[in-house]
């Protein structure tokens, strides 16, 4: 269903597990979900098609455009499958194909044959996960779902090149404005399909924010202890060759790494701990809830940690590529990858039950919808990356809303997308923590901002 209105009632049950308190079977927030308040929007800069509404009106709206938000989920997947058919190794012996060389694996046949392959492994995924994703977004005839792959391939090449021209448009070296600017890809992917790819290099760069603030003084040791997740992604397969990996199941890792990334830094503590994962897919929600109920019964969550050695990356990453999840996992033996790739390195790690279980995943379209919490409920941090870039500036602003509504005074939202700075936001861009890539080869850097209430 795409819209419901979720009551989450107050704890009933209980129990301890592994030494931290949890809530089992039940909410750890006492809320209701709802649309951001008639009063709130009025204070935003609106477009010509929202003025003159009154509060009817614009709940109408909000649930048309939370809909719409929804249904860019299949896009998303699409452009899932255009990044399996080039990358994959799953469904197919055929070498992978680089966007540079895909006029040759075209003439040479290997583009049709990874295509046929995928039209194959479509009618029997079997237990490919992936593949059972995909099987329901594609005709079923094989000469039409080739089509429809192809069809595909090519929205995606094209949308490329319109990605490429904002990009260069968008370069910080054209907005001199400090070092806030390297946060400007604002409302990039605004007509794109809401993906859920991810990857470890924004966890990284969200670890080094909070060691940043806690040096400063803007977050103190224990003082975390409620924090959200919006959009966490599941590891379904990257968009660059370098990092695309699906001989493993899909895996969300962001939860997981922020809370590692919290009791490394002492900013956690105490037995009320608790993580809320703010999604609209039901595959991420679906995928948490599964994860909670196996660890119930005292199993862990296995994560995957492929790295390719001939990738460079800075000594920085390395390092917290390496000891990821040692405040919150075990190491276990990881999944053997393919021969097709010699040069990869592995680990894996397996989150306790009782990191999982204090993980409660959340139905919430954070463009148009908050959750309305109680003030001691509310969160002392909030972590979003690679979230806003797909909306445009209004949707953006009322997303800031939204956040700021769940920010406990003090609350921080961590985010790599810059959002609108008006002058009657509720959030307000305090800093940045400037994170190098400088590695042999390679010199770029990420950036992570901090938001605050205002």
């Not at 956040?403 to 985010?415: D, E, R, T, Y």
Request: glycine share 6%; aromatic share 8%; hydrophobic share 40%.
């Amino acid at each position: 269903m795409l819209f419901r209105l979720i009551t989450l009632r107050p704890p009933r049950r209980i129990r301890v597990l592994g030494g931290l308190c949890l809530l089992t079977a039940v909410s750890l927030l006492a809320a209701d979900r709802s649309f951001t308040p008639y009063p709130t929007v009025q204070s935003l800069t609106l477009p010509p098609e929202l003025r003159n509404l009154d509060e009817s009106r614009w709940l109408a709206w909000a649930r048309r455009h939370d809909k719409s938000i929804r249904d860019r989920l299949r896009q998303g997947d699409l452009d899932s499958m255009v990044n399996l058919l080039l990358f994959g190794t799953s469904f197919t012996s055929q070498p992978r194909i680089h966007i540079e060389t895909l006029t040759e694996a075209s003439k040479s046949g290997v583009l049709r044959a990874r295509v046929d392959d995928l039209v194959a492994g479509l009618r029997n995924p079997g237990s490919n996960e992936r593949l059972l994703v995909l099987q329901h977004l594609v005709p079923d005839a094989p000469t039409d779902a080739g089509k429809f792959i192809y069809s595909q391939l090519l929205r995606v090449l094209h949308e490329r090149q319109t990605l490429a021209t904002r990009a260069a448009q968008a370069d910080p070296a054209t907005h001199p404005d400090g070092p806030a600017s390297l946060l400007d890809r604002a409302s990039f992917f605004r007509d794109r399909g809401v993906s859920l790819d991810t990857g470890i290099i924004p966890d990284f760069s969200i670890e080094q924010a909070l060691r940043d603030l806690k040096q400063r003084g803007l977050l103190r040791e224990g003082q975390v202890a409620r924090f959200a997740v919006i959009g966490p992604g599941l590891d379904f397969i990257d968009k660059n060759e370098e990092s695309a990996y699906d001989y493993y199941p899909p895996q969300t890792v962001q939860p997981f790494a922020v809370y590692d990334s919290l009791r490394r830094l002492k900013l956690t503590g105490g037995p009320a701990f608790s993580v809320s994962i703010l999604d609209i897919s039901p595959r991420v929600l679906e995928h948490v809830q599964r994860a909670r109920a196996r660890a119930a019964k005292n199993s862990g969550y296995v994560i995957q940690l492929p790295r390719d050695v001939a990738r460079p990356w800075p000594s920085g990453l390395i390092g917290y590529w390496n000891s990821l999840g040692d405040q919150v996992a075990a190491e276990v033996p990881p999944l053997r990858p393919p021969e097709i790739f010699p040069g990869l390195e592995t680990r894996a790690v397996q989150i306790r039950p009782d990191v999982v279980l204090a993980c409660e995943p959340v139905d919430l379209d954070i463009i148009v919808q908050r959750l309305d919490l109680a003030p001691a409920a509310r969160f002392d941090l909030i972590v979003a990356t690679n979230i806003f870039v797909y909306y445009d500036a209004f949707e953006q602003s009322l997303a800031a809303e939204n956040v700021a509504s769940m920010l406990k005074p003090g609350g921080i939202l961590l985010s790599n997308d810059r959002l609108p700075e008006l002058a009657r936001a509720s959030l307000r861009l305090a800093g940045v923590t400037i994170v190098p890539f400088d590695a042999p080869g390679v010199s770029v850097r990420q950036v992570v901002g901090w938001y605050g209430k205002r």
